[in-house]
């Protein structure tokens, strides 16, 4: 049996949970009575990023608000969403769009390792990438390292992998 334990702390997107929640969005906007005869959508390009299109601001507001609800449904962080400012789009509507995050910033990475020495907790924390490798020798310790990082708010939605 190996001496140390480990776990990695990742921040990915299940993009199939995002599409489904795009696709029940674009139903529900078809079938309300507050959008008919409205041009509002919501696109996924590229499985990175979303764009929300409606006639004015104040629908836009009104499609943010069904596409997060649809996201926390299907239990897609809303942490994961880097908002756009809204703009103008072609015949008087306006486009606002949402970067999806994937991986764990560089700078993010340095917090969350400081974040655990800084608890002096007897593991080790190691950036890799876009993830965060924390390894020790006690899964006890290693448990205490997930609750701190659980506890905590990085900005992102994190999750734990690969836990041995």
């Known amino acids: 049996m190996a001496t140390d334990s480990s776990f990695d702390v990742v921040s990915e997107l299940d993009l199939q949970e995002v599409r489904n ?16 005869g409205s041009v509002s959508r919501v696109t996924l390009e590229d499985d990175e990023k979303l764009v929300l299109h409606s006639d004015d601001a104040g629908k836009l507001q009104s499609v943010i608000r069904v596409l997060e609800e649809r996201l926390v449904k299907r239990s897609i962080s809303l942490k994961a969403l880097d908002w756009g400012k809204v703009e103008p789009a072609a015949s008087a509507t306006v486009r606002q769009t949402a970067t999806l995050r994937q991986g764990i910033p560089a700078d993010k990475a340095k917090l969350i390792v400081k974040a655990i020495k800084d608890a002096k907790l007897k593991v080790q924390a190691s950036v890799q990438g876009d993830q965060v490798r924390v390894s020790g020798k006690k899964r006890d310790d290693l448990q205490e390292a997930i609750q701190l990082l659980k506890g905590g708010d990085f900005g992102l939605p994190l999750q734990f992998t690969n836990y041995r």
């Open 21 to 36: 929640a795009v696709d029940q969005v674009m139903k529900e906007i078809g079938q309300r009575f507050d959008f008919k």
